[in-house]
């Protein structure tokens, strides 16, 4: 029996690094400082494992080597016009960066989940830029706490005590030197934690972040109410934020995937920006996947593009609304695709999710995914950073090492080796 | 294989060679005094220029700054991009480029070894991951200390042992190369979003004694105690200074000050700070409107004190990207020029700022800033201790250094810019009447001669026996053509390199990447006396849960990060 002590969390954007597992028989028998979905994750990543490489032999996936499944994979990759390599939000940085090299080398498209997240908030930072820090100037200095479309409680669960309102930092002490926001259109189980709750009317986020800008401006605003609050209540919020010492707005999918999306953003940015003349005002996106930060990282240190890089040209081309995965499936201008640690097919739109089983594709995953279930070829993976080494960006873009505690079930490869071996196989047949 | 590079104009100014005619040998990756040539691939250099590989200590290429202006500043990308080849991986971007493409940019300059000048400790792990895919250069990481919480903290006290200790730890930790210091003490304020601490800041020399709020050390108790620290931990580069008051009229005066401030710790005549980007530093006047350069009186103090270096961060007339770890100047760039605007602080430690910006011909403040910069050049008395950069990107992409190098070596070249740019601006500036030409010589050491030393690299920079084989040889022949009519020919063959060599491997042939190798990443390993890092790291776990919101464990970088890794030891005084 060992126990290892500040393993970094591979779950969700907060990459909390003080988990501690006791390895018996290379299992994870108990875990501390673990929320209740990263428990879960470390006590049953074993159960109910895909554990062999399978190819659609006759309409059925069949059991086959290793070999042939790289090779299939390769065959579909090379034979396409247009594929595209996607996913990677819970891989290591270094499968990421394979993955790119991959898509360079087939002369295809590399994007991630950011598509169907947070590209609104990389299309504001292209527009506003981003006033942001990292979480531990959240935790010492902010006395305000807003979450905009964010139930952090059961997206993030440590977020508040680790992070946020309810730790103690150097300059705040703990809950009651802060004010906690919540606005969202519903009374979730985090806006039950809040000072103050702010229902807003679904679809009018823009509306009300127009109206504190105004607020702060003390424009009179000639409305009764806006997004469904008195105006007397939005002037209080400006009021509010202008008069914190140091004040933070995390934001959720309820922005960015809602009616406005980059232009929400844009907007939520200029509210914070105009908030810099009065006091310290910075923004955060809520990230979900740990690592899709990461994702959006790599891509653009070795692009230039944070998702949705088109390199069919020899070069990296960016156009959201045209390169994007969603997109291309949409008009059916891909042709092939290699899905890796992701399960479009249950989060796609239906339309999209349609034509993305008309194309052949291969699928890197730990588990059989229902976009596994549809595929050509499906190769199983080691979970990184339980099962395999790597790197990963928290939501702030702070990298943190991953680990690997236990050892994978025999013959399984990282989604990295296996990327690269597909990578290999094209270039060898290429010779 | 052996290489031999023969009959080349060799400007070797560590060695002394001024433009002599001579052959070049090369064993494996590093240089000989023989070899055998019938067995050696034998490089024609005749009627060309050779010189060492270029060096460069200070150039934003990697880390998290540079990747949120990769993000920042798409519409940059689509106007320069760098295609796939047989050796080469695909890349895009103009002033904040992508990592592969940095790599081959600098090997076609004939550039070999490069410094990333700042990147917060916390973050340390991201400037690895970039410098994994800068391929070709040879590079190290300056470590942001300036605004650290501990650093401040032990300095207040007078715990300097500590401190140096704590900074050692912190170096090896995070494989860093040299402690930097960004606008020391200021940062913490804006991080309180502190006007009215830093409005007394900006431009006042004042400003370095007044002591930062909530940690009552000044900053230039915490230059000085860096200074010392370096000392104390003889690391092979002294300490990097970018002064407080960044681009702000007045602002000469905080810089000769913080000079100054550390002039009692000098022994010998070998620097012990190096101010950098000196042109941004280097305003007179107490506005926009009194703007004027105050570059004479900063060499005035730079050329009677052997105790200072400066590189120049000479600007360019071009759309670039700022990129700072002075988050408090980027905000007041963004107010100035309404541009869109990042800001990134970093908990414990310091912060950081992005805006774009257009630097324009016709605009007078950027006018004046553009002769600062040559100002600062051509006055100075001794080229060991004055550096070519632009601060790429601050000042320009790097992509424009044969165009300063142009501007320095002819007085026609700085008057063909001087007649288009602002009236006002030239009237007020002493550039005219500046007639001195820097030779092939000065310019070999303010590119590389010189900036090797200053790095402690005793392998780079020079052509002598037992030198990195990193050469570059250029077309053109310096015996033959006189740079100051010639100038557009000198630019010419100074930006495509007829040849690059690095480790022994040729890169770079006629201007084209030939072949991609990986370059080192070079960390200094400070040895600090066991006792008093035990004292120091005691208390450190604590610190961590207290001041971080990572473990001290998860804050080291493991070595599998680290690229053909180079640790430099160094011992304590």
Partial sequence: MVVIKNIVCPICGCLCDDIEATVEDNKITKVKNSCSVSATKFLNYYKERNLSPLVRKNGELKPVSLEEAVDRTAEILMNADFPVIYGFACSGCEAQAVGVELAEEVGGIIDNQTVTCHGPSALGLHDQGMPTCTLGEVRHRADLIVYWGSNFQESHPRHLARYSASSEGRFRKGRKERKLVVIDVRKTPSARLADLFIPVAPGQDYELMSALRMALQYDDIEEESVAGLPVEQVEELAEMMRSCEFGVLFYGLGLTMSRGKERNIDMAVS????????????????????????????????????????????????????????????????????????????????????????????????????????????????????????????????????????????????????????????????? | MDLLIKNGVVYDPLNGIDGEVMDIAIKDNKIVEKIDESNAYVIDASNKLVMPGGVDLHSHIAGPKCNVGRMLRPEDHYKDVEPKTQVKRSGVGYSVPSSFAIGYRYAVLGYTTVFEPANPPLKMLHCHHEFKDIPILDKGCLVMFGNNWSVMEYLRDNKLDECAAYVAWTLDATKGYAIKLVDPGCVEAWKWGDVEFLDVLWGRPEAIDKPVPRFGVTAKEIVRGLCKVNKLLNLPHPIHVHANGLGTPGNYQTTIDTMDSVKDLAEED????????????????????????????????????????????????????????????????????????????????????????????????????????????????????????????????????????????????????????????????DLDNMDREYSFYEIAIVTRAATAKILGLKDKGHLGVGADADVAIYDVNPREINPSSDYKKVRKALSKAACTIKDGEIIVKDGEIVKSIEGRTYWVKPNVPEDLMKAMESNLANKFRDYYTVEMENFKIPDRFITRSSPMPTYYA
């Fill in chain 1, 271 to 431: 509210l914070v920006r105009d908030l810099n003349k009065w006091t310290k005002f910075v923004i955060m996106p809520m990230r979900g996947h740990y690592n899709v930060t990461g994702m959006n990282e790599v891509t653009a240190w070795q692009t230039g593009y944070p998702y949705a890089v088109d390199l069919s040209h020899g070069y990296p081309w960016y156009s959201p609304g045209e390169t994007t995965f969603t997109d291309l499936l949409r008009r059916g201008e891909c042709d092939a695709a290699l899905i890796v640690a992701s399960d479009p097919l249950a989060h796609f739109p239906k339309n999209v999710a349609q034509n993305l089983c008309k194309i052949p594709y291969a699928v890197i995953d730990p588990h059989l995914s229902m976009t596994a279930l549809a595929a050509e070829v499906v190769m199983p993976c080691a979970f990184t950073g339980i099962e395999a080494e790597g790197s990963a960006y928290r939501m702030d873009t702070v990298p943190l090492p991953l680990r690997k505690v236990v050892d994978p079930p025999p013959g399984i490869n990282s989604d990295e080796q296996l990327v690269g071996m597909i990578l290999h196989t094209i270039r060898s047949k290429r010779r």
């Fill in chain 2, 270 to 429: 070998k620097p012990i700070i190096h101010l950098t980007h000196v042109q941004f530093n280097g305003y007179a006047g107490s506005d926009w409107i009194t703007m004027r350069s105050g570059a004479h009186e900063i060499m005035k103090y730079v050329n009677a004190n052997k105790h200072v270096s400066l590189d120049l961060g000479q600007i360019i007339f071009t759309d670039t990207t700022t990129m700072t770890g002075d988050g408090p100047f980027e905000y007041k760039l963004h107010l100035l020029t309404k541009n869109k605007w990042t800001n990134a602080d970093v908990e414990t430690e310091e912060g950081a700022g992005l805006v774009p910006i257009h630097y324009k011909k016709s605009n007078f403040v950027h006018a004046t800033m553009w002769t600062i910069g040559l100002e600062l050049a051509l006055l100075a008395k001794d080229p060991w201790r004055i550096f070519m950069t632009t601060d790429h990107p601050n000042g320009g992409p790097f992509t424009h250094y044969p165009r300063v190098m142009a501007w320095l070596m002819s007085k026609e070249a700085r008057k063909r810019t001087l007649d288009k740019i602002s009236k006002r601006a030239r009237s007020r500036s």
